[in-house]
């Protein structure tokens, strides 16, 4: 392996000059720099990066700790984060908690392991809050995409997931139908807590009443059974359409409907919030609020990056990102 020492030698300076050339410090005349980088590309030298991070105390590497990497809102998130510090001259490293907070526990022991001088967090839910307190003990940036952690002051990169959930019920009321069902997260994520009350929002502005019985709270993650169905089909006034939470909710009440030889939208219609990436271009079929999944990535990383470079001289910050109601045929009238 090269050493600073090989370097020096063969460009005929010290050690210490290397050093200075590599972590851009101190005074050194641009002939004697021009000759030690020539030699370092000659010699195929590779700084170590772990040294310079002491010597600059700053590693420019960054970390994205994300819910579900199967969930192709996230796989977007990730790739605008992942271009964006590219273009900021950050490399990331990619975490993934499957929403399990013990996981997620794991990879933050390791981020602070590693030293990386900022997180992206996508939180697994409420039970994250331990975790981000953390980080703020060992004085690394954060900023919070997607979801909201209570009791956490914290740059946030937020949807309109109350608003979102309101079209979408919206669009069904105004196709007619009024026994909708809400298949939902878990209530100790925020995400689903706005979804629920957006869906609520919706029944109480058209005068429709709320009914319990027509809502179910299951795991973002845990998959779809079809039995999760049972006591919604079941029910003496069984609901027209179904409002899924996110995309792969929606999927499995897709999927459990043709099970029992239910048609989507011929026996009930489906929305959901969130699309599903290339799979809706090549196929689009279901009615959605879709959100700019690339945005959430990209535009928390310029925030990220601005946290570490400037300081924290302002308080937290809230970007609240719009969803498009996107109408297609999983969705239509009533009865027809």
């Known amino acids: 392996m090269v050493t600073i020492y090989d370097i020096a030698r063969a460009a005929g300076v010290s050690a210490m000059t290397v050093s200075r050339v590599i972590n851009e410090t101190g005074r050194v005349g641009e002939?004697?720099?021009?000759?030690?980088?020539?030699?370092?590309?000659?010699?195929?030298?590779?700084?170590?990066?772990?040294?310079?991070?002491?010597?600059?105390?700053?590693?420019?590497?960054?970390?994205?700790?994300?819910?579900?990497?199967?969930?192709?809102?996230?796989?977007?998130?990730?790739?605008?984060?992942?271009?964006?510090a590219k273009r900021l001259g950050y490399r990331l490293l990619l975490g993934n908690s499957d929403e399990d907070y013990g996981k997620e526990k794991d990879y933050v022991d390791m981020i602070l392991s590693t030293r990386v001088d900022g997180v992206l967090f996508a939180p697994a839910g409420d039970g994250s809050a331990p975790h981000l307190?953390?980080?703020?003990?060992?004085?690394?940036?954060?900023?919070?995409?997607?979801?909201?952690?209570?009791?956490?002051?914290?740059?946030?990169?937020?949807?309109?997931?109350?608003?979102?959930?309101?079209?979408?019920?919206?669009?069904?009321?105004?196709?007619?139908?009024?026994?909708?069902?809400?298949?939902?997260?878990?209530?100790?994520?925020?995400?689903?807590?706005?979804?629920h009350a957006g869906y609520r929002d919706a029944l109480k502005l058209n005068d429709l009443p709320y009914d319990e019985a027509l809502v179910r709270h299951l795991d973002y993650s845990d998959?779809?059974?079809?039995s999760d169905l049972d006591p919604l089909l079941a029910l003496a006034s069984p609901p027209t359409a179904i409002f899924a939470a996110n995309n792969f909710l929606a999927l499995g009440v897709i999927q459990s409907l043709r099970e029992r030889g239910l048609a989507v939208p011929d026996d009930l219609s489906v929305v959901c919030f969130d699309d599903l990436g290339f799979a809706s271009v090549l196929s689009?079929?279901?009615?959605?609020?879709?959100?700019?999944?690339?945005?959430?990535?990209?535009?928390?990383?310029?925030?990220?990056?601005?946290?570490?470079?400037?300081?924290?001289?302002?308080?937290?910050?809230?970007?609240?990102?719009?969803?498009?109601?996107?109408?297609?045929?999983?969705?239509?009238?009533?009865?027809?």
Not at 47 to 69: C, E, F, G, H, M
Not at 223 to 226: D, L, Q, S
Not at 286 to 315: C, H, K
């Open 31 to 84: 002939a004697t720099r021009k000759r030690v980088r020539q030699v370092m590309e000659e010699l195929q030298y590779v700084p170590n990066s772990n040294a310079r991070s002491l010597v600059l105390q700053k590693t420019n590497i960054l970390s994205l700790l994300i819910a579900d990497i199967t969930n192709p809102f996230y796989t977007t998130l990730a790739r605008g984060a992942e271009d964006t």
């Open 284 to 336: 689009p079929f279901l009615t959605v609020a879709a959100q700019p999944a690339y945005q959430f990535g990209a535009l928390g990383l310029e925030r990220l990056v601005d946290r570490i470079e400037n300081g924290d001289g302002s308080g937290p910050r809230t970007l609240i990102l719009p969803a498009e109601l996107i109408v297609r045929s999983s969705s239509r009238m009533r009865g027809r």
């Open 223 to 226: 998959g779809f059974n079809p």
């Open 133 to 195: 307190r953390l980080l703020e003990q060992h004085r690394i940036p954060y900023v919070l995409l997607d979801r909201d952690v209570p009791g956490i002051q914290a740059d946030r990169i937020l949807g309109e997931s109350r608003d979102g959930a309101r079209r979408l019920v919206e669009h069904l009321i105004a196709l007619g139908h009024e026994r909708i069902a809400l298949v939902n997260g878990s209530e100790d994520v925020s995400t689903a807590r706005e979804r």
